[in-house]
């Protein structure tokens, strides 16, 4: 079955020159029966030539160029076009600074062959780790997961993780035009737009470490855009009763 499906890794890049070769190359190997695409908003370091000049001798890997830093929703959402454009079966989004470990990509694309809608790369679920970060980041990064969970009703525990895996017939039904996060809160905006659309979400264990290459992207006003978007959602589906009817549909019909 998994041979069968065509799948595309989406790689969103901004100066990630210092460690892009050997991403592409991880990922090849983890996952060979897959394509790469490569986003890159101009980066001023090079990382665009670099991921050029592999694609010259590797047929699987592409290069998306973009004229400027628009953000990384923008860039996972110019990588879903694509990739829904070329008709693949499975999208699957990933960071380039090696915190995310191609070696768990095998057991994302497998959850969605075999029903999953979204697979997620959880960093809070039984077999998950989160080696050497920071008390302050593990707060952040708890709370924020779980004040997304209970804002908007989603019974999912890592909804801001950026490493997952989209079946293209879901991602068809979530209204990608209109999605409006461009920074982290991207990833709980998809979540929350897939679920509201009847969507699965599984998640699957993953050893998700610092950036081993490159800068952070991460600021305040990216955290901000995030709590401020969720909020909004939230109280919108308190008032419109949205999040009531959504757990009635995850709860199917009561026996008579």
Request: net charge neutral; charged share 25%.
């Amino acid at each position: 079955m998994l041979a069968l499906m065509r799948i595309l890794v989406v790689v969103p890049t901004y100066n990630e020159a210092t460690g892009i070769e050997t991403v592409l190359r991880r990922i090849r190997e983890e996952l060979p029966e897959g394509e790469i695409l490569v986003v890159d908003d101009s980066s001023p370091d090079g990382t665009a030539a670099l991921v050029a000049a592999v694609a010259a001798d590797d047929p699987h890997v592409s290069l998306l160029r973009r004229p400027a830093k628009a953000g990384l929703g923008s860039a996972y959402l110019a990588g879903f076009w694509e990739g829904l454009g070329r008709g693949f079966d499975i999208l699957v989004e990933m960071d380039a600074d090696l915190s995310h470990d191609p070696v768990a990509l095998p057991a994302l694309v497998s959850a969605t062959v075999h029903g999953a809608d979204l697979a997620i790369g959880s960093r809070y679920v039984a077999g998950s780790s989160i080696p050497d970060w920071t008390r302050r980041r593990a707060f952040l990064s708890r709370w924020g997961n779980r004040y997304a969970a209970l804002a908007l009703g989603l019974a999912v525990n890592d909804s801001t993780s950026g490493y997952r895996a989209y079946r293209a017939e879901a991602l068809g039904r979530v209204d990608l035009g209109h999605v409006r996060a461009y920074g982290y809160g991207f990833q709980v905006e998809m979540t929350y737009r897939l679920i509201h659309e009847g969507g699965k979400v599984v998640e699957i264990p993953v050893a998700f470490v610092d950036r081993q290459a490159g800068e952070s992207k991460m600021s305040l006003p990216i955290v901000m855009e995030a709590f401020a978007l969720v909020t909004g959602w939230g109280v919108r589906d308190l008032l419109t009763g949205a999040r009531g009817r959504r757990a009635s549909r995850s709860r199917g019909p009561r026996p008579g």
